[in-house]
């Protein structure tokens, strides 16, 4: 019964674990600052944040399963890494140490927040009634995580000589794992011709505008385009996912089917 | 550390949130932001988690000038035993039965 499942791995499972996948990794990274945010205010904002985007992960992940007789805890808690479909980003540690860094963790948020209300926008007509359903009622929550993480993009950016330093090394960490956002491959292409969803290449333009919008106004600069591109969407990712799902799986593969 | 705590500490801001159904807004409690729209954003995620508000309002705790407690014998008990200040001695006209 811990033995890791199998998932078929369909083009529009693919396309359905891509956005869950995205949701529930960054949810678990956002669930780390849980009791160490830098104010107690801020911890309960990063803590409720985390779990818009579990739910977000747990309904995406009970559709995606659906075909295959999988539940969401089977996909969330027992596939094995290279089935995770997330792209690089949301994997990457909040920082060095634990918790992390907080310029690193706000300039990430903008980054997938962005990208995850403009997908929603789109998706909330999609063929596939239950994922505009599910697109429907988080687009309110993408609204607000993108403007809680803009307003905090913009203080630290345009704030100390410290905050700005450690903004402008957070994007610089970060910005080479965004090309990888919107690459465009056979998951999208059928996604688009079923009506499924929008190629996510298809909101880079929005994208751009809106991240570099708030960017400038916090004074940081966009670093120069790099040929490195991440892959963790067609599911080869870095080291740190290894440690992240040995964090999320262990209970459920010690004492499996445990609920309480 | 010469520098003392307290100059460290982001103000203090007193919340108030209008329920759904209400008509009023009702202080809730107070939370520490640099400006009034972090207050807002921090009112709306530490006291609307459970769908308790439609509105927020936040109040710079230092702008509220409170009356002193040692002044509340003075103030209040001398009201204890006016009851006709309040409006129950009248007949009231059916017409306004609602009131």
Not at chain 1, 70 to 80: G, N, S
Not at chain 1, 197 to 223: C, F, M, S
Not at chain 2, 27 to 49: E, F, K, N
Request: charged fraction near 25%; charge should be negative.
């Amino acid at each position: 019964m811990t033995a890791s499942i199998q998932i078929h791995r369909s083009l529009p499972q693919q396309y359905l674990l891509r956005l869950g996948d995205t949701c529930l990794i960054l949810g678990q990274r956002l669930g780390e600052w849980c009791g160490h945010a830098p104010v107690l205010e801020e911890d309960i904002a990063l803590t409720n944040m985390a779990l818009d985007l579990i739910g977000q992960a747990r309904a995406l992940l009970t559709h995606a399963g659906r075909a295959q007789g999988f539940d969401e805890d089977q996909l969330a808690f027992l596939r094995d890494e290279r089935d995770y479909l997330n792209p690089t980003l949301v994997e990457l540690p909040n920082g060095p140490g634990r918790p992390g860094d907080f310029a690193l963790t706000v300039q990430r948020n903008l980054m997938v927040a962005t990208l995850l209300k403009l997908l929603w926008q789109k998706l909330a007509d999609s063929s596939d009634a239950e994922l505009a359903a599910i697109a429907g009622k988080a687009i309110k929550e993408a609204r607000y995580h993108q403007q809680h993480a803009a307003d905090w993009v913009v203080r630290l950016g345009d704030g100390t000589e410290e905050s700005h330093r450690r903004s402008q090394d957070a994007l610089n960490a970060l910005w080479r794992y965004t090309p990888e956002l919107f690459e465009a491959d056979a998951v999208d292409d059928a996604a688009v011709a079923s009506g499924l969803g929008p190629r996510w290449a298809d909101v880079r333009a929005d994208w751009a505008a809106e991240v570099g919008e708030v960017l400038a106004e916090a004074g940081l600069t966009i670093p120069a385009e790099s040929p490195f591109r991440s892959s963790g969407k067609r599911g080869v990712h870095t080291e740190h996912m290894g440690y992240i799902l040995a964090e999320m799986q262990q209970l459920q593969r010690a004492f499996p089917g445990g609920a309480w | 550390m010469t520098e003392p705590n307290t100059q460290k500490e982001w103000p203090l801001w007193e919340v108030f949130v209008r329920s759904r159904a209400g008509l009023d807004h009702k202080h809730c409690g107070s939370l520490h932001a640099t400006d009034a729209a972090m207050a807002i954003q921090m009112a709306r995620d530490v006291y609307t988690r459970r769908q308790e508000g439609s509105s927020v309002w936040v109040v710079p705790s230092a702008a509220i000038t409170a009356s002193d407690p040692g002044d509340k014998a003075m103030y209040f008990d001398p009201a204890e035993d006016k009851v006709y200040r309040h409006p129950t001695f009248y007949k009231l006209p059916s017409e306004v039965d609602h009131m």
